[in-house]
């Protein structure tokens, strides 16, 4: 069984930046795409960022474009989301997602894999 470890939230005010970390534990994959999700409260969890295994595409949400970077370490089977120039609307549970393909992945129906999900708060 696969368990995805975030880390990394926490309160920060406008402007600022976090970098959120997730690794997988117990069994990993060879090749796999991972994804960052988010959850406000009152909303459906919307995607954030993807990345492919081999780092090379990636794909971000429109709201995050220019602000959030994704990349990973395989080496260290972790990935991360770079947040910077917060704003309060990015005050949201962050999940990291991971699913064994080679390709990137948008829909959070194609993920199999989840985390817990680490807490955001951006303060204006």
């Known amino acids: 069984q696969v368990q995805l470890v975030e880390s990394g939230g926490g309160l920060v005010q406008a402007g600022g930046s976090l970098r959120l970390s997730c690794a997988p534990s117990?069994?990993?994959?060879?090749?796999?795409?991972m994804g960052w999700f988010r959850q406000a409260p009152g909303k459906e969890r919307e995607f954030v960022a993807a990345i492919s295994w081999g780092g090379d595409k990636f794909y971000y949400a429109n709201s995050v474009k220019g602000r959030f970077t994704i990349s990973n370490d395989n080496a260290k089977n972790t990935v991360y989301l770079q947040m910077n120039s917060l704003k309060p609307e990015d005050t949201a549970v962050y999940y990291c997602a991971a699913t064994p393909s080679s390709m990137v992945h948008q829909d959070q129906y194609e993920y199999n894999y989840w985390g817990q999900g680490t807490q955001v708060t951006v303060s204006s």
């Open positions: 117990g069994r990993t994959f060879s090749v796999f795409a």
